[in-house]
């Protein structure tokens, strides 16, 4: 099992970036990890996801959100330029066995959550 902790949400305003964290431990399996956001009384929907060779990001933050890893520090990063209100959300990380394919964000694939951030874009 993975244990996930994210970290770096804050208050920005509208067209500032924000670099959300996700520290990983407890597992040297293959997995993919995915950023997920949800706002209040919507669906959770997924952002990003970043595997050993695919990256996918959702058609809402193309060009503006990256997704980057750091084995060696265990941890995945989400930059999120360019920043909208429709953005604010509490942003989850989230880890699967396999890669990032056409159903990465069906939350049910998912075994292992960190307990979210909480990113404001207001201003």
């Known amino acids: 099992q993975l244990q996930l902790v994210e970290s770096g949400g804050g208050l920005v305003q509208p067209g500032g970036s924000l670099r959300l964290s996700c520290e990983t431990s407890?597992?040297?399996?293959?997995?993919?990890i995915t950023w997920f956001r949800q706002a209040p009384g919507k669906e959770r929907e997924g952002v990003s996801c970043?595997?050993?060779?695919?990256?996918r990001h959702a058609e809402s933050v193309k060009g503006r959100f990256t997704i980057t890893r750091n084995n060696a520090e265990n941890t995945v990063f989400l930059q999120m330029n360019n920043l909208r209100p429709e953005d604010t959300a509490t942003y989850y990380c989230?880890?699967?066995?396999?890669?990032?394919?056409?159903?990465?964000?069906?939350?049910?694939?998912?075994?292992?959550w960190g307990q979210g951030t909480q990113v404001t874009v207001s201003s």
């Open positions: 407890g597992s040297t399996l293959p997995y993919s």
């Open positions: 989230a880890a699967r066995r396999g890669s990032c394919s056409d159903d990465f964000h069906e939350t049910s694939t998912y075994s292992d």
């Open positions: 970043i595997s050993h060779y695919v990256i």
